[in-house]
């Protein structure tokens, strides 16, 4: 669990300067460029992300139960993660009233993802994972919610096509990743 553990300090560390030292950031990129700061991020992100897929993989050999989900909770994950797909799908189409109402969709969606998660999940490492996703995300969505309304920041109106692009495109990716991929990547398939 140790390896899990450490990418989530690097994954989730270098995704919360931003919230926690924006000061340090910004001198940062003034010293070493923007694009030297994107280097280190995006490295950082990949490091941390690969150590979180590793030391997940390893703790799921070694279990430890906190408690056992009834059965039926993995309906009610499938449909959050459904719900979450589309909100982070929100994020990327412009226009759409997901990102008006909510000012904040993706981080929204990866908030709803955990959540969901923690759920259907009762291992101390998966629980580790999701509540620490959780709160960084949660912790992300106050920041960036509180930055937009110091800028003065209005999302445009949403407009009915735009929803159903995003809707549409939310529900297929997540229908792609829930009956493939999951299985694929994680080695469990949610669904059977």
């Given amino acids: 669990m140790g390896l899990l553990v450490l990418g989530l300090v690097i994954f989730i560390g270098v995704h919360s300067i931003r919230i926690a030292a924006p000061q340090w950031r910004a001198a940062q990129i003034k010293r070493f460029g923007p694009q030297a700061w994107r280097g280190f991020f995006a490295l950082s992100s990949i490091i941390g992300f690969v150590l979180i897929v590793y030391g997940y993989g390893v703790s799921r050999r070694y279990p430890v139960p906190l408690w056992a989900p009834p059965f039926w909770m993995a309906h009610v994950t499938a449909l959050l993660t459904a719900i979450a797909f589309i909100l982070i799908v929100a994020a990327y189409v412009p226009g759409n009233h997901f990102k008006r109402a909510l000012g904040q969709p993706f981080v929204s969606g990866v908030a709803l993802w955990a959540f969901a998660h923690l759920l259907a999940n009762g291992t101390l490492n998966a629980v580790v994972l999701f509540l620490v996703f959780l709160v960084w995300a949660l912790a992300e969505l106050r920041g960036e919610n509180r930055r ?45």
Avoid at 150 to 176: E, K
Wanted: charged fraction near 15%; charge should be positive.
């Fill in 148 to 192: 937009d309304r110091a800028a003065g920041v209005v999302h445009p109106q949403g407009r009915p096509s735009r929803d159903a692009i995003v809707v549409v495109v939310g529900l297929v990716a997540w229908a792609v990743f829930a009956f493939w991929l999951h299985g694929l990547l994680i080695g469990v398939r949610p669904l059977g």
